[in-house]
């Protein structure tokens, strides 16, 4: 990891460790390594550029140097870590960039169906941890994607919006865990949904998303009434259903 600390970081909130690096390869390999050896809870490493992030099933998250939110989180013994991170962030770019993105199942942020954020959640449940990271579209966004930029035209850095979540992570933590589940819920663009479910298996279910329960677990009814249970999966929106 290439490590500086430039003048422009903000003071981050208290109680949290935050370390900037200007390249690394995976900002959510180097937090869980750090883990194992026995860093702190709320420990943060954001990087301006990753030559080898992740997103899910290990597909390749791409972002040009200096331009988006490229961090990881590492929680103890917080179960509702994924859920708080993903809440948080949708929070910090309302407050920052006057957007409410929506949830969508399982670990993205949108707006109006463009993909703003994606999350990747690692655990280790023999170490009682999970890292989290997530890539926010700030500056920069793909083909067929959103950044903050193109909704809201006022500057907004990625340690500014980084600064802001972890605040609101503070705030979120203090709910309790059936406060959490309905705000998650109340955020989850999918819910509602007509929605194709591709699972790795390379088999797909095409339904309704009308729930999801306190594990995060979508549940979606087919055509056929009978109901799905899913823990993993991609999801496509096709339709809102009447």
Known sequence: MN???PSSLPTWPVGWSVRHVVETGSTNDDLFAAARAGAPDRSVIVADFQTAGKGRIDRRWEATRGTNLLV???FRAEPRATKLVALACRAACTTLASVEPALKWPNDLIIES?????????ASPADDFIVVGIG???GWAPDGAVALRDVWHLPVT??????EMLRRIDELAAESASQSHSRYVRALGT????VRVDLISGDNIVGDAFDVDESARLLVRDDAGVEHTMDVGDVVHLRTTA
């Open 191 to 194: 819910l509602g949904q007509r």
């Open 3 to 5: 490590t500086r600390k």
């Open 136 to 138: 926010v579209n700030v």
């Open 114 to 122: 463009k993909k703003l954020a994606g999350l990747l959640a690692v």
């Open 72 to 74: 990881s989180l590492l």
């Open 158 to 163: 990625p340690h500014q919006l980084l600064a």
